[in-house]
């Protein structure tokens, strides 16, 4: 179980194509950043994300789950119940492109995450990203987003004209989401965010964040939120914050 917040941003795109799911009871999520325009990019968000969210809630806690889709022996239950739920969300977009010519095919980065006995496995497909907090601690990047910007050039990845995804759903019939287990504890914060933040403004705003840890958990998340929130991207944004 965690509590969550979600915040969006608006930049200087007019059309929101982000968009975002959680069941902190269940401990599951995702975020997805759209691409393809007006009723397209962000159709193919949502659909990802709810497909996402039905597949995990469906078959969590199933010791049969993982058959017969696809099995990763280095992967734990939860793991593969995500892994598949992202191959299941991209089946889905992929539907949804049928019949659509290339300039009228959406496509979305996603990232899931499931939560369940202090194991945290993420999946991440394209631009998203995710950053684990724990007291007084430096904060962790545990989600990179691949990119455009991150293959040109490592050293200069905020570039904001090259922030295009290296894959994404709804594209192409088989890809593998990059998969990350982590063990959390109780009181860490997990940053979970869409393209955008980036630059000197992203990073102010995580040093802000790392140096106010409160009198408790709750307390800091408080301050994380309004942090994010006073903020301002020039990309849309979605950020969705999971307090364990």
């Given at each position: 179980m965690s509590t969550s917040r979600l915040i969006k941003k608006q930049g200087t795109r007019l059309v929101q194509e982000d968009y975002a799911v959680f069941n902190s009871q269940k401990g599951v999520f995702a975020i997805a950043d759209g691409f393809g325009g007006a009723q397209?990019?962000?159709?193919?968000?949502?659909?990802?994300?709810?497909?996402?969210?039905?597949?995990?809630?469906?078959?969590?806690?199933?010791?049969?789950?993982?058959?017969?889709?696809?099995?990763?022996?280095?992967?734990?239950?939860?793991?593969?119940?995500?892994?598949?739920?992202?191959?299941?969300?991209?089946?889905?977009?992929?539907?949804?492109?049928?019949?659509?010519?290339?300039?009228?095919?959406?496509?979305?980065?996603?990232?899931?995450?499931?939560?369940?006995?202090?194991l945290l496995a993420l999946a991440n497909v394209g631009s998203t990203g995710a950053w684990l907090f724990r007291e007084h601690q430096m904060p962790k990047q545990?989600?990179?987003?691949?990119?455009?910007?991150?293959?040109?050039?490592?050293?200069?990845?905020?570039?904001?004209?090259?922030?295009?995804?290296?894959?994404?759903?709804?594209?192409?019939?088989?890809?593998?989401?990059?998969?990350?287990?982590?063990?959390?504890r109780s009181g860490d914060l997990l940053v979970a965010h869409t393209d955008g933040l980036s630059g000197s403004g992203w990073q102010e705003a995580l040093a802000e964040i790392q140096v106010a840890w409160g009198e408790s958990p709750e307390s800091f998340l408080d301050h994380a939120t309004q942090v994010l929130e006073s903020r301002r991207f020039d990309d849309n944004t979605t950020i969705l914050l999971n307090l364990f």
């Amino acid at each position: 179980m965690s509590t969550s917040r979600l915040i969006k941003k608006q930049g200087t795109r007019l059309v929101q194509e982000d968009y975002a799911v959680f069941n902190s009871q269940k401990g599951v999520f995702a975020i997805a950043d759209g691409f393809g325009g007006a009723q397209v990019g962000d159709e193919v968000a949502r659909l990802c994300c709810e497909s996402v969210q039905e597949f995990l809630e469906l078959e969590a806690g199933d010791s049969d789950a993982t058959l017969p889709f696809e099995l990763r022996k280095y992967y734990s239950l939860t793991g593969n119940i995500l892994f598949n739920g992202l191959v299941h969300a991209n089946r889905k977009a992929m539907t949804f492109n049928e019949g659509r010519g290339n300039s009228r095919k959406g496509g979305a980065s996603v990232l899931g995450g499931s939560y369940k006995q202090g194991l945290l496995a993420l999946a991440n497909v394209g631009s998203t990203g995710a950053w684990l907090f724990r007291e007084h601690q430096m904060p962790k990047q545990v989600i990179t987003p691949r990119n455009y910007a991150r293959l040109w050039d490592v050293f200069h990845e905020d570039d904001p004209h090259k922030q295009a995804p290296l894959m994404a759903l709804g594209l192409v019939d088989h890809l593998e989401p990059e998969l990350v287990e982590v063990r959390v504890r109780s009181g860490d914060l997990l940053v979970a965010h869409t393209d955008g933040l980036s630059g000197s403004g992203w990073q102010e705003a995580l040093a802000e964040i790392q140096v106010a840890w409160g009198e408790s958990p709750e307390s800091f998340l408080d301050h994380a939120t309004q942090v994010l929130e006073s903020r301002r991207f020039d990309d849309n944004t979605t950020i969705l914050l999971n307090l364990f």
